[in-house]
């Protein structure tokens, strides 16, 4: 994790470049992130949303 926000870009792309070789490759074959939801006056909440490969259907309306 970077110490300073000036170093966010950085990371993040240094990230992207390993998880778009890894795709290509053939090492990953699925992305999700996880992370937790905050709203006042009620508990933490835990959300799951994959990223790879593509889910067309979130974008359907």
Request: hydrophobic share 40%.
């Amino acid at each position: 994790m970077p110490s300073q926000s000036t170093d966010i870009p950085r990371t993040a792309d240094g990230i992207a470049a390993i998880l778009y070789a890894r795709i290509a490759n053939g090492t990953i074959d699925r992305l999700h992130t996880i992370h937790t939801r905050w709203q006042a006056g009620k508990p933490l909440t835990v959300e799951r949303h994959r990223l790879f490969p593509l889910d067309i259907t979130a974008f359907a309306e």
